[in-house]
């Protein structure tokens, strides 16, 4: 029986663009994806939900962005290309504004990624953006967690701690100027999929994570699925710009476990150093040498006098075994 | 931060089997699959939410199961091979007792299936569950909804009303027999997707959809999708046995309109019946020829004098236009 929900879910049925990989897309029981010869199928599903990945009444165009920006953050630490996603969405009354723009802002975004919503389900429920992408990158050049090495580099992309930043001004803990808040905001509610690194990094870097939860807690998982450790210097932090004017403990913190950063962590041999700039210059991201992959297991945060910072984070205390 | 979601998480992270299909399993930022050489991945997303797919204090086992189910489901229709799931899943609380029935329920059909649980996502939230699958095809094999031809056989699998039955029973407006109760739950709870049955009719059937909505409306797709009528003949539906015991009207309504039975509804030409008749029974599934496709626009449902049933749905009234 056709309901407001069914109008919805036309709302979101777009003609998929016909391409080499996406053979069929929305309107049948499944979608038919085919990955390019010899390369694999990389998936990622995120949930969100309101209260928890976004405060209740959040703008919805910024959340349409931003429920498929984190998707595809996760294709870019893998180092794939993006091919498509699916939409699974609860919403608790068929809100016509609130559908334009939220289509608005995920669209958006994938127009400018170029892919393609392949099919999805839309239900009455509390809020809740569930989405699962797809794309495609040649199995033994998939940036996994597992293959940092000791003596690697350790890089990030981009700069950290901003979105922290923009969700302390949100809950009204923090006051900045009206640009440095802009800024912030910018960064909390509009993250950009480092899609481009992640691909031009294939056979350079040998490991790769995004930093959804924090720099310690992400890299973290990279260690520890490495079975190694790492030192980082605080000073080599690139601290967004918006960030600096906080002192240097808020600065470290934000940087360091602020979390919703959506940069790329990873690890590269040093004898990759110039190819690795290359790499980012090629996508039009900066990347920066935070510190070095160990083999003593455990993360070390250094100051600029070579002690240890204590760093206070679970994800931390959790993996970082004396 | 590990929270009690995390481990949440870890609880439904369980070792990927090796397979040449699923290369990377749960512990990446994503899944990595490649469908076998010349087969596409076929790709569907249910999402359930409390108090819509099902009544608040579900049982967690059924719900496990059920959630798999229906996605499979998808796939049948399609004729594809399951491989693999990912899952999102939003709990108002961390309730081990409910979790732990919930991964049994689906874990024992994913493990029927033979098909593994490759990543996914876990939040605190209002509870919903959103499951993609993914499977494997021959693309030329896949069974879609926009092949039935004039003159083909319509055929429903194994039979129908059941579970709507089971809802009428669980919801007090219906008294069954505890026999015929519990052939309606079950039914209702825990349905069979009938992937073997969707495979072995690769070749066979022009176009299949399975019965979620209703036959009245999922058949309704398959025409609309092909630009062709159908008249079915009610007395040769397959009328599940706990519904037997009801009068003749609520049997066509529950058989035509009651949805969530999870059969397949397919086309085929009929020099096919035989081999169809063949493929059903390797795939250990009755199989019902209920009617045939028209080029005369629009589903005709026909009582045992050949008079037209007024079928009250409102997928009929859309689809149907005189």
Redesign the interface.
């Known amino acids: 029986?056709?309901s407001e929900f069914d109008l919805i879910a036309r709302y979101f049925t777009r003609p998929t663009r016909s391409s080499s990989a996406v053979?069929?897309g929305v309107?049948?029981?499944?979608?038919?994806?085919?990955?390019p010869a010899n390369?694999?199928?990389?998936?990622?599903?995120?949930?969100l939900?309101?209260?928890?990945?976004f405060l209740p009444g959040a703008d919805p165009e910024s959340l349409g962005h931003k429920s498929l920006a984190v998707n595809l953050s996760?294709?870019a630490?893998?180092g794939?290309r993006p091919l498509g996603f699916?939409?699974?969405?609860?919403l608790p009354s068929a809100d016509e504004a609130w559908l334009v723009s939220f289509a608005r802002g995920l669209f958006a975004l994938a127009d400018n990624e170029q892919i393609e919503l392949?099919?999805?389900?839309t239900?009455?429920?509390?809020l809740?953006v569930?989405i699962?992408v797809?794309?495609s990158?040649p199995?033994d050049r998939?940036l996994?967690?597992?293959g940092a090495r000791a003596s690697d580099d350790v890089w990030v992309s981009g700069s950290l701690g901003e979105a922290r930043l923009g969700l302390e001004v949100l809950t009204g803990h923090l006051k900045l100027s009206a640009d440095d808040t802009a800024t912030a905001l910018q960064r909390l509610h509009r993250p950009i999929p480092r899609v481009s690194l992640g691909i031009a990094l294939r056979g350079l870097a040998s490991a790769?994570?995004?930093i959804s939860?924090g720099l310690i807690?992400d890299l973290g998982h990279i260690l520890e699925?490495s079975a190694l450790g790492a030192t980082i210097e605080a000073d080599l932090l690139p601290i967004g710009s918006a960030l600096r004017s906080q002192d240097h403990q808020t600065q470290h913190e934000f940087a360091l476990n602020g979390g919703d950063d959506y940069e790329l962590c990873f690890c590269a041999p040093p004898a990759q150093r110039e190819n690795v700039i290359a790499a980012a210059q090629q996508a039009g991201v900066a990347v920066t040498r935070i510190g070095q992959v160990t083999e003593i297991p455990g993360l070390r945060v250094l100051d600029h006098a070579g002690n240890s910072l204590q760093v206070h984070?679970?994800?931390f205390d959790?993996f970082s075994k004396p």
Chains 1, 2 share one sequence.
């Open positions: 029986m056709p053979q069929l309107g049948d029981d499944c979608a038919l994806i085919a990955p390369e694999s199928l990389a998936i990622s599903t995120d949930m939900v309101e209260g928890r990945h996760d294709l630490a893998m794939a699916s939409l699974a969405l609860a392949i099919g999805g389900d239900t009455r429920g509390p809740n569930c699962t797809f794309g990158v199995i998939a996994r967690r597992d790769a994570i995004d939860d807690g699925r984070s679970k994800s959790h």
